[in-house]
């Protein structure tokens, strides 16, 4: 039997939601836990219909915009988002969201130029 789609957020809050549970009908093993899915099943619905549309036109933006019928602004949104919810081109963050906050806050203040915030963030 073929699962559902999965959401990757809470419709109520939108915070990421974790998958607790699977389940072999084979041989009826279940496991659970706290377990994150692959980022490339990680997408929303839309954005998993742009990329079949963009793969289809071999990344071709003007045939992705007939197909999809919208604008270029539209698609390029979209690729965007994309990027985004797959983590593409995304370097992994030590800096906690405390950390961001403080840097954000002295950047606020003149106490530190945009580029020492810059590199305080980036390390």
Do not use: W
């Not at 929303?44 to 219909?49: A, G, K, L, N, Q």
Request: hydrophobic share 35%.
């Amino acid at each position: 039997m073929k699962g559902e789609s999965m959401i990757n957020k809470c419709p109520i809050c939108g915070e990421n939601l974790f998958v607790t549970g699977l389940h072999c009908e084979g041989c009826g093993t279940s496991l659970t836990g706290r377990f994150v899915p692959d980022t490339g099943c990680a997408v929303s619905p839309d954005i998993m219909e742009f990329i079949k549309v963009f793969i289809y036109a071999e990344g071709n933006i003007k045939q992705v915009e007939r197909l999809m019928n919208c604008s270029y602004p539209k698609v390029k949104n979209l690729l965007k988002q994309a990027k985004e919810e797959l983590r593409v081109g995304q370097r992994s963050s030590r800096v906690s969201p405390e950390e961001k906050t403080a840097v954000l806050e002295q950047l606020d203040k003149g106490e530190i130029t945009f580029e020492e915030a810059m590199k305080k963030l980036e390390e």
